[in-house]
């Protein structure tokens, strides 16, 4: 699915894309020409009809080359999962183009008022919204009240033509500054009927697996999947350096020394078991997707632990495996350093934060959650 050409191409603009603050424009065109930012479209707009797993090693695949590639790819194809529920009309003007790319972040941080003429009025300021600079929509989590200013339900995606939306240069960060990842906003919007869903409550109106797949669950699993592939390209980079470098001092090269065989052996290890492990819950999940037509609580519960541990383990991997390289690793001649800083942005997302084992303990124990949140 990630062609050799592709994948050089990332890796290529990867240093770049990190100096920019964004993905490089040959790099979304080639993203557009190899179709990753339709996998999880609905088909009936377009879509390329990719089931979970495969959209997942498609954004593992391009995270092993610049993680922030990888994340944009996962933001894209997560929020495009919304498309399942909108009205046909609107799925199909925000979807229906070729060029098609949203982006966007799901907390409520803005409010939407219907006003006489049955549209929403919307103000909000977003942060996180990576891969913003090149989306065609954008959306943005809103507490939404009726006339009267009764709140309607809970968190309501709404998505705003991106000529509409401000955005804010605020993305100077450590690690994965190539998703652009910038604040954004919009004052006094009005946003017509049907440009928003609430999240985790809303029926489908494109029904497939991937409608019935848990929403949060595969967001998490996305972020799990730009981990793995980041925590897999760090192996690649201290195995090549341990053989090429012979640290001050010494008369063995790294490779030679034995505390590096036993970490790069546990660290690879533990990231394919990781991997493994999250591929399992996810083929479980869509297994009962495709068959029974919705996952239950316990296998939303196992996702969102497969993919909590595997971003949180691939972490702890490659800070291992940085401190394995020792004082070559903190040179920017080598890509060890930004498989660190870029893992470790990676483990802010709030869909695999450490309170996830929290949720998920607090099940297990008979404890009631909200499923919404799973």
Known sequence: MVSVDLSSLVAQRATEAERLGRLTN???AALHESGVYRNWIPTAYGGVGTTAADGLDCIRALSSHDGAVGWCAMVANTTSLLGHFLP???????????QAVTGGAAQPMGTAAANRDDQ????????????TAHCTHIGGGCRVTDRHGEQLGGTHFVFFDRSDVEIHDTWQV????????????VKNLLVQEGFSVEMGVAPPVADDPLARFSLFGLLAAGVASVSVGIAQRAIAELTAM????TPQGSSRTLAARASTQIELAKATATVDASWGY?????????????IDGSNSLEQRLQLRSAATDAARRCADTVRQLYLTAGGEAVYLRGDLQKQFRDIHVATQHAMIAERTYELVGRAKLG??????LL
């Open 120 to 131: 929403l009025v919307v103000n909000g300021r977003w942060q996180w919204g990576s891969g």
């Open 174 to 185: 450590m690690g994965l500054a190539g998703t652009g990842s910038n604040d954004y906003e």
């Open 242 to 245: 341990a053989v090429e470098r």
């Open 88 to 98: 046909i009309e609107v799925a199909q003007e925000i979807y229906g183009p070729p």
């Open 367 to 372: 404890f009631d959650i909200d499923p919404r």
């Open 26 to 28: 040959d790099v979304v």
């Open 278 to 290: 999250l591929l399992d819950a996810v083929d479980n999940c869509w297994h009962h997707a495709e």
